[in-house]
């Protein structure tokens, strides 16, 4: 089994805090997260880089990529990005202030 990086962070109690819906403290949070990782992917072609996306449901927010090579520039395959972008910027929104995005 590969080594997983999990974060988890707890919306409910977030939404609960500020007084708002939880689909828009995940909206929030997706959004923020899959513009953060997109400005970390190393750019060659370019494809790597536009294939990112999202989708938002009520409870859960997804972030995704299509290329077929993804994983290795996960886990610095390129020199732009050595240590990836994912998990760093996973390591970065627990300290996001998600009251500036709401």
Do not use: C
């Amino acid at each position: 089994m590969a080594n997983e990086t999990i974060v988890e962070f707890n919306f409910g109690n977030i939404a609960e805090e500020l007084d708002v819906k939880l689909s828009n403290v995940i909206a929030a949070y997706t959004v923020e997260s899959y513009k953060r990782i997109k400005v970390k992917t190393p750019v060659d072609t370019g494809r790597a880089r536009a294939s990112w996306f999202y989708e938002l449901e009520p409870d859960v927010g997804t972030i995704y990529n299509t290329v077929d090579y993804i994983l290795e520039l996960e886990n610095g395959s390129s020199k732009q990005a050595p240590e990836g972008m994912v998990a760093i910027t996973l390591a970065e929104m627990e300290h996001f202030n998600i009251k500036d995005a709401i």
